[in-house]
Each structure stands twice: as C-alpha cells, then as structure tokens.
C-alpha cells in the first residue's frame, strides 16, 4: 500500500511554544490530506481536511487559528500548533487519500505524539 | 447526525478462537465502509467495502457490507496473538472524510 510518513514521530515542548508536524505522501501524490486527534483509549477525531493550494476546512469546534495548516505541495502537508497548552497533548495523526475522489482509500502516518509541559 | 456505532468494545478470546466484529452506521451520501486494524501506532488499512453482499477477505481476515441493514462485520478466524489490537470501523461519504467508530479492543490470550 501507499506509504504516509510523518515527523517529528514524538515532540515534547513548553506551554505557550509552536510545533509543527509535517505529513507527507513518500509514493503518491495526494490532493487531500486529514489531520486527527487521538486521545488515549479513544477513537480517531476528524479536525480538518486539508487540500492542495487552498484553506483548510476545519471540523466544528476545532480553532483554526490554533492550529494552523498549510498543504503547500501535493506531497506535504503541516499542522502547527500554535500557543501550545498542556490539554493540547495528544496523539496527532495524519492520513493521505490516494487520488481524487472519496472513494479512494486513504493511508495513515505512523502519527506524533505531542506532549506539552 | 451522521454515527458509526461498533460492537463489542472490547473482546478477550484464545488462540485459534474465530471472532466477529460488528459496525452499524447511520449516515447520510454513504460511499465506503472501511475498517482498519491500530496496534501502538496509526492504523494500517484492512478493507473497504462500497456493495452489499461482496465479501473481501486477506487471510484469515474476512469483511461483509450489508447496505440494506446498515451494518458490516469484520471476521477473524483462528486468531493469533498478533491479531491483538484496536479494530476501526469508519464510514466515508461524498466528501471523504473518515467518520470513526469508536473502536473494538481485541485481546487474544496465548
């Protein structure tokens, strides 16, 4: 199957500092990324499409402005953190669709887990 | 409101024991039924399913749609150990966001 890498695999960093995970499509190119947050023991939760050359589209409830995300490539796309806070630390992962169309399936990143002191 | 509902949450069974895991969904523009397998890390794809009634399988791995009821399981026959984890269910509809259920824990004893 197509590869889906992600990096940093684990960041820890102060309250208040900015991370930045990237995402990237190794084998394919991928006009639609996602971007999902982990809790432990909880399902995956959809934050925000994010499409090749336009704004991100963000699920209800998640802050745009907190968490920004730039799909500059058909290959790469980031999520920042932004301000970071303690309740931010969770398991991030990102997931690639390999090509257009929402029939296709889409792959998963090994993730990052992001802890903020 | 779109829902993906997966039963049991979590199962504990032995090696060479057969299992069947279950999704419903009630959602709108439905296109796939998707299941994944996450151990420690991301998920890693198993099926996706788009007809009724077809049968995908790889190995001892085994999935079926049934649109009509709204519903699919994931069978896994002669378990192993190696088969612990978490199993996802997801549905995809015209946008292809990914919809997740939340999860059936298997745990298979030596």
């Known amino acids: 199957g197509a590869v889906v890498s992600q990096h940093p695999s684990r960041v820890i960093c102060k309250s208040g500092t900015s991370v930045k995970i990237e995402c990237r499509s190794l084998?394919?190119?991928?006009?639609?990324m996602f971007w999902y947050r982990q809790f432990p023991k909880k399902s995956l939760m959809l934050m925000a499409t994010?499409?090749?050359?336009?704004?991100?589209?963000?699920e209800q409830g998640v802050e745009k402005d907190k968490f920004l995300i730039n799909h500059a490539s058909l290959t790469l796309s980031t999520l920042t953190v932004t301000s970071a806070h303690p309740e931010d630390s969770s398991f991030y992962i990102c997931?690639?669709?390999?090509?257009?169309?929402?029939?296709?399936?889409?792959?998963f990143g090994p993730g990052t887990r992001l802890t903020v002191l | 409101e779109d829902k993906v509902v997966q039963s049991p949450l979590s199962l504990v069974v032995h090696e060479g024991d057969t299992v069947t895991l279950n999704c419903s969904y009630e959602v709108t523009n439905f296109r796939s039924l998707l299941w994944y397998k996450q151990e420690k890390k991301a998920p890693t794809f198993l099926f996706m399913l788009t007809s009724s009634g077809i049968e995908k399988k790889s190995g001892r791995l085994s999935s079926i749609l049934d649109k009509k009821e709204l519903f699919s399981i994931l069978n896994i026959t002669a378990t192993q150990t190696g088969d612990s984890a978490v199993y996802l269910c997801a549905y995809s509809g015209n946008t292809g966001k990914l919809i997740f259920g939340q999860g059936t824990t298997l745990q298979v004893k030596p």
């Open positions: 084998d394919f190119q991928a006009t639609t």
């Open positions: 994010s499409n090749e050359g336009s704004k991100a589209t963000y």
């Open positions: 997931s690639a669709r390999d090509g257009a169309g929402p029939e296709k399936t889409q792959y």
